[in-house]
C-alpha cells in the first residue's frame, strides 16, 4: 500500500457523514507505518472504546468505512474472516459497519468477525504473531495469504452498498 495522507483518510469515508469524518481520529504517525507491509490501514480510536475505521485503495482510489465493536471480547478462541488468524480472549471482535447510503441512514448494518487490532495485513505477512492464537498451517505463498486478506476485505465493503 501507498502511504496515505489525513485529507485523503477523511475525504474517502463511504458510511459516515462528512461531520463524523472530519470529528474522528486519525492516526497521527502514519508517516511511521509499514506502508511496505499492509494492504489496508485499520486504526482504532483511543477516545471512543470500540470505534475503529479501515482505510483501502481500490480501483484507483481510496475507500475508507467506519465500524464499531463490543469492547472485552468473548474469552473464547475465534478466528478473524479477513486473514484467517485465530485469537483467543479480544483479539477477535465482530465489527458492524453502517451500510453506505439510504440503507445506512435507516440504520442497516453488515458484520464481520475482524482481527480487532485490524493488523490483518501483518498477520498474513507473518510480521505480527497473535498473543495466544495461532495461524493454521497452509500452503500459500505470503503474497496468497495477502490477497486473500483484500479479497475478503473487498467481499465487505461490497456488502456496505447492497
Not at 100 to 111: D, K, L, Q, V
Not at 128 to 138: A, D, L
Request: include cysteine.
Amino acid at each position: 500500500m501507498e502511504p496515505i495522507t489525513e485529507r485523503e483518510i477523511r475525504a474517502s469515508f463511504v458510511n459516515c457523514s462528512k461531520g463524523d469524518a472530519k470529528r474522528l481520529n486519525v492516526p497521527r504517525d502514519l508517516a511511521e507505518r509499514p506502508w511496505e507491509n499492509l494492504d489496508f490501514l485499520g486504526w482504532t480510536d483511543p477516545s471512543y472504546a470500540g470505534r475503529c475505521y479501515i482505510a483501502v485503495p481500490r480501483d484507483g482510489k481510496l475507500v475508507s468505512i467506519a465500524l464499531r465493536h463490543e469492547t472485552g471480547g468473548s474469552g473464547k478462541t475465534q478466528m478473524c474472516a479477513l486473514c484467517l488468524t485465530s485469537h483467543t480472549g479480544g483479539g477477535v471482535s465482530l465489527m458492524t459497519a453502517n451500510k453506505a447510503g439510504e440503507s445506512g441512514r435507516r440504520g442497516n448494518t453488515i458484520g464481520s468477525y475482524m482481527c480487532t487490532d485490524l493488523a490483518c495485513s501483518l498477520y498474513a505477512r507473518n510480521k505480527k504473531k497473535p498473543s495466544m492464537g495461532s495461524r493454521y498451517r497452509e500452503d500459500l505463498t505470503v503474497e496468497q495469504k495477502a490477497e486473500r486478506v483484500v479479497e475478503n476485505l473487498y467481499a465487505f465493503i461490497d456488502k456496505l452498498y447492497t
